[in-house]
């Protein structure tokens, strides 16, 4: 994309009629827009699929062995100093309660002791899920100025298709598009229903609203935001043909959201820490590849990638917050 203004860069393709045209597939044509050739169907082979798969596994490999020793290594120290952090919670929501400006307003004192209450999911826990829904959504409201104002992250999606194209055979494209489905409308709502229909069968029925509220809300961000950011789709496509807005991917929204949710439930019902870490892990990996599969296809820039995870933890982090909230009533209500 070097040398191509950013006007130009993020202008939709228009007929001569002024309407917005549709992607073109690329086995129609020669060449794509900065000049590089093109396989046709017939000279495809399945090389650039083997190698990538190679290149995935040894990344995979990597990233599981080094997750296992990290979760490992983060167990023992919270087991350690698991004590000393409640201690210092209940100190500070003491020690606050007790200053001498919150004492002037009782309501204020009580409001901050019960945010920093560590036995209550109402207090410390939803502090920090609150925090870590700021902090995603701050990281998104950023990427989305530097898309609209087309700085160096424009440079940061040229430089993946760059690295992305050699491997786009037409059997590595068909691969990524069943991967990339399970994203999808369809696959969402597949996904979702049967989810549903099984915690409804395990009479884990509380657990159902929580995750259709992080799905839905995760899509209807989504969908606004492509509204008020209006970027359009990346011209290097691949025989995909996508006529919505580009920014944020509603699949890779649709895949954190939901998935990562299916995930924590399956998480939380498991014993040891080992078969968390299995669970997190394997559901990370499909979260991770429906994104990669997105802009493999073409269909996507990298930084819309990343904002629709970011929208979808935040509707993730909604949804575990009200799960462990209907939860904590429950037991509230059997325990009375």
Known sequence: MQGVPAARRHAPATTPGGSVARCVPRASIGTDRRGREMESPGQSTALPLLILCLEFATILALAYLAGLALTHLVRRILHAALPALRATARWLAESWSRSAVLRRWPGVRRWVGARLAPGSVAGLPLTI?????????LLLGELAEAVIEAEEVVRFDAAVDAAVHPYRSDAAVAVFAAITALGGTEGTLVVTGVASLLLWRFRRRRLIAPLWVSVVGAQLTTWFGKQIVGRPRPEFVTGFVESSLS???GHSTAALATFGFIAYVLARA??????RFEVLFWFGFLIALIGFSRVFLGVHYASDVAAGFLVGSIWLLAGIAWLEWREEQARVEAAG
């Open 129 to 137: 899920v609150l925090v870590s829904g700021a902090s995603a959504a």
């Open 247 to 249: 920014f944020p991917s």
């Open 270 to 275: 498991s014993t040891g820490w080992r078969r």
